[in-house]
């Protein structure tokens, strides 16, 4: 399962735009890179999910370059709601056996 | 459609005592994992179950065990509690996307 590296947290305003970067450096050709967010005591909620270049949805983007060694998630114009733990994983999509390896995910912190 | 519903959300049980978390999956998935969340961690998986057989675990002891059932609700089971099974247990279903849908998990404290 290919590991992936994150910063623990990150601080943020209001309004702002948040990148946070994740290192998956043995990737799996089959692999697909996906990000979930958690609030306390909840489970993890799904965001976005990629296998290369650029995905885009109503709450996120997700940038992947072309080694796909790295993806980064972008948040726009944050607010205090989206304080919260963000979780990269990089895994297969078979049904059978897709365990995924969650990481300590990294902490935003919103703030006015 | 039902999202993932876990029961109970809480519970308290003491060393050596045995526990059965239950969960429903999301109408329409037929695979369904569990995974352990310790204070301040990540999720960590347990195992998966994808059409009422074991298809993927974790490094977790034989104690931990689980059913699928033909509804695709699946249970986990552990035995002889120790105080480090201490933790949030979240049951995720899935249809094959790689898409997860967690439940809202079930808090076991073990004293």
């Known amino acids: 399962l290919a590991k992936t590296t994150q910063p623990i947290s990150m601080d943020s305003y209001e309004g702002q735009e948040v990148n946070i970067t994740c290192s998956h450096n043995n990737i799996a050709t089959n692999d697909y890179i996906t990000w979930y967010q958690q609030f306390p005591s909840q489970g993890p909620r799904f965001i976005i999910q990629g296998y290369k270049t650029k995905v885009t949805n109503e709450v996120a983007s997700l940038f992947i370059p072309a080694d796909r060694k790295s993806s980064t998630l972008s948040l726009p114009r944050v607010s205090l709601s989206d304080t919260a733990v963000y979780y990269c994983?990089?895994?297969?999509?078979?049904?059978?056996?897709?365990?995924?390896?969650f990481g300590t995910g990294t902490q935003l912190k919103v703030e006015l | 459609e039902t999202g993932v519903t876990q029961s109970p959300t809480h519970l308290i049980k003491t060393r050596g005592q045995q526990v059965t978390l239950r969960c429903s999956s999301q109408s329409g998935h037929n695979t369904v994992s569990w995974y352990q969340q310790a204070l301040g961690q990540g999720p960590q998986f347990i195992f998966q179950y994808y059409r009422e057989e074991e298809n993927g675990r974790g490094n977790f002891p034989p104690r931990f065990s689980g059913l699928q059932f033909p509804n695709y609700s699946s249970e986990l089971n552990v035995n002889a509690l120790e105080l480090d099974d201490s933790a949030l247990y979240l049951c995720a279903s899935s249809s094959g996307t790689g898409e997860l849908f967690f439940g809202e998990g079930s808090r076991l404290t073990v004293l």
């Open positions: 994983l990089v895994g297969g999509l078979t049904g059978g056996g897709n365990k995924l390896t």
